[in-house]
């Protein structure tokens, strides 16, 4: 396999994980919930990433709560599982990553921020 990240990989398409549900601050958000790293939200998101949630019904502003039922957070967190599978069943591809100087590990924000490009 050398040292190529194979086609297969499901972070290939590093925009369209992003803009799922609306946005870069939005989508980090929800990836550190995902990963068991909880942060108040309304501190963080800038405005128009914060109406945009709203808009798609990803975060309900009156509970102050995401909607974990959302179309969108749906398939950001499916996407999310499909990763985090792919790398555990394909152990190389962290090798790979690492040797690259690439973070590996799924389970970090860091790794999302780096291959999401938050």
């Not at 994980?17 to 108040?40: F, N, S, T, W, Y």
């Not at 709560?65 to 950001?76: R, S």
């Amino acid at each position: 396999m050398g040292n190529r990240i194979p086609r297969s990989y499901p972070q290939r398409r590093k925009n369209e994980i992003r803009g799922v549900c609306g946005g870069a601050e939005v989508c980090r958000q929800l990836i550190l919930d995902h990963i068991g790293i909880v942060k108040p939200i309304e501190d963080t998101i800038e405005t128009y990433q914060f109406d945009r949630a709203h808009e798609l019904a990803v975060y309900d502003g009156e509970n102050k709560k995401w909607n974990y039922e959302a179309e969108e957070v749906i398939e950001l967190f499916s996407r999310l599982e499909k990763t985090i599978e792919y790398l555990s069943e394909n152990p190389t591809i962290g090798i790979i990553l690492k040797e690259r100087g690439e973070k590996s590990d799924p389970n970090t924000i860091k790794f999302w921020e780096e291959h999401v490009h938050l």
